[in-house]
């Protein structure tokens, strides 16, 4: 390899990080915005899966939330490359053992190529709920393929209390 090669290669290499870095910072932004817009937020970040092209992000606000009480799910969709389709986002809320106590789909919506992407939910917890621990999960998944693109089943934990 000639230096000019290797030189345009140690370039590419910086361009890279540094959209990377970028991105990351992209999305802290927006996450910070939307926790600011709810309120003191408890912040959850999910590990990126290098097979899944989408990572993502969740804050909660309230947490704990009481019974009867609305809670603000935010997830923001970081996507590390194009996307060609539209997408719909999957919410579950899940008891101790796992057990989906709400469910929830938005879809129509796109995550721009290398971009984020928030989405809003929100959940009056109802009477019939237990106080206790709860998990969060989401998935992105493709309208016309059905393809998964982000998976994350321990998206944020949440606290509900109070008396039934």
């Known amino acids: 390899m000639t230096s000019v090669s290797a030189s345009r290669n140690a370039g590419m290499g910086h361009v890279a990080s540094t959209l ?3 991105t990351v910072s992209v999305a802290a932004v927006v996450i910070s915005m939307a926790a600011a817009q709810i309120g003191s937020a408890r912040l959850h970040s999910s590990t990126t899966v290098a097979s899944q092209p ?19 799910i935010v997830t923001a969709f970081q996507s590390s490359g194009d996307i060609p389709e539209p997408l719909r ?14 469910s929830m789909n938005q879809s129509g919506f796109r995550v721009p190529s290398r971009g984020t992407r928030a989405i809003y939910w929100e959940w009056r917890v109802p009477a019939s709920v237990d106080p ?8 992105l998944v493709g309208v016309d393929s059905g393809k998964v693109y982000g ?14």
């Open 54 to 72: 989408v990572s993502m992000s969740v804050a909660i606000s309230p947490d704990p939330v009481g019974i009867l009480n609305r809670a603000t």
């Open 20 to 22: 990377v870095a970028m």
């Open 132 to 139: 206790g621990g709860y998990t969060v999960a989401v998935k």
């Open 151 to 164: 998976e994350e089943p321990r998206a944020a934990t949440l606290s509900v209390k109070g008396n039934r």
């Open 89 to 102: 986002a999957q919410l579950e809320v899940r008891d101790g053992i796992g057990k989906p106590v709400l």
